[in-house]
């Protein structure tokens, strides 16, 4: 995405682009200048070109990828398929599943399968005699040629299928619905467009190393731009709600948009619930700490929970500003906890820290899917209950409101991180992530690492920094 000289609307363009990527800030910032640098007044333009600004650094480059990892289609297998059976190209998409899955039902017929969603090498393949007798004039070794190719297709189907869930639940744990906004009305609204962008682009920030917490998404960019729309009597206040649904951006709508969403996330949070029981149930967890354990997919569940975690703040707000607060009364499934790595929580322990106080509560309650599949009763009253028992605010943390909007973050440059932690530049970064380095794994011996590369302060439990 090149943003060095591109007009308002090329710049507008790419902010919708951008919804499905994974650019600093800053990049987006500078496309912010472009679509409305002109509109605004010079402490505005102050602020937002400071931003820009940043987007220069280094010409420009980053050694951290401009994308969430996109799965890779299966042209590959059904190249392979087409060649092997003899087939004219086109007819099936190798980036779709569902199209992979009918290229293998199909391919599974010519082979003779009962059921061409069974393709077990030992128990499906068809012997000589059966093969006569569905006129399949193949020997034996390119039958089992022709089922080997198959069976990789079909494989493929569920990894790309998997992949693609995750990359969608990746993408709405950190930007809501932002990759359904449709084009023509982003494009329609240039404030709400460059505050959802940059918004979105704040929020999918990589977590850093730290002991001091995330930076707010909503700083003072962010702010200006959102001012801008409630300035503005036609703001697409849907677009917005969409990304950023606070009760202040919710009570704007109608109640059938409001219904709308509220039917969406409660959607979301019953498809997530169900594959992190899936994952609970087939890994063995500590609920009491939620440190992270030999064998455990951590990089899964933790996927999964901010999912959920999402899906289930914007819920309770969607239930807050459609007056409907109250069902939480009968029934309030409660967060999920993610892991936490075993060195960071041990960071935690020698500064004179511990455990955060949301895992008492979680490890108080129910678990959240047997309370939204109903083989759990979990209320309010409960919930308040688990949070007074471990010395945490139901409200102000979440739990059973949603949260209060905090103050206006600073905005500060993209660091480069390497494993989450903070280095000097993206030359250092590839060097010191090409070597393994902060990854837990033995270092290349021939990789020498000057002393001094990390620049993150570490604090210590009296909140000052050390070196």
Partial sequence: ???????????????????????????????????????????????????????????????????????????????????????????????????????????????????????????????????????????????????????RVAAKAGRLSTERSKRELTMLARAGFATSIDRDAFLADPWAACFVAYLTAKRKLRREFTLSGR?????????LLFRRCVADPATDWWMIAQVHPTPQVLARL???????????????????AGLLQRLWSGSEFDRSTMIVRRGNDSSTWNLLCGAYNTARAAWISTLEASGSIGLLDASCPGKAMMLIAADLAAWHRSTGGGLHPDVGVWARLPLPWHVLDGTAACTRADVEAACAAAGVDAARSGWVAPRPAGGVGTFRPTPELVHGVSVADPVWATVLRSGGVFSGRPLRKDLRVPPDVVVSELPNSAGRSEG
């Fill in 254 to 272: 109608s109640d059938g948009r409001r219904g709308e969403l509220l039917g969406r996330w409660w959607a979301v949070m019953r498809q997530v």
């Fill in 215 to 223: 930076d707010n998404p909503y700083d003072e960019i962010a702010d």
């Fill in 1 to 151: 995405m090149s943003v060095a000289g591109s007009s308002a609307e090329e710049a507008l363009t790419a902010l919708h682009a951008s919804l499905d990527e994974r650019r600093r800030p800053e990049e987006i910032a500078h496309l912010v200048f472009r679509v409305v640098g002109d509109r605004v007044g010079l402490r505005e333009r102050m602020v937002l070109g400071r931003a820009a600004r940043a987007a220069g650094r280094w010409n420009g480059w980053s050694s951290m990828s401009s994308d969430f990892a996109r799965p890779v289609g299966g042209a590959r297998q059904v190249e392979a398929a087409l060649r092997l059976f003899e087939l004219p190209p086109g007819g099936v998409d190798p980036d779709d599943p569902a199209s992979l899955l009918d290229f293998t039902s199909r391919l599974g017929e010519s082979l003779g399968a009962v059921d061409p969603a069974r393709l077990d090498f030992l128990a499906d393949r068809l012997n000589r005699a059966e093969r006569v007798a569905a006129g399949i004039e193949l020997s034996k070794r390119q039958y089992n040629r022709r089922f080997r190719v198959t069976q």
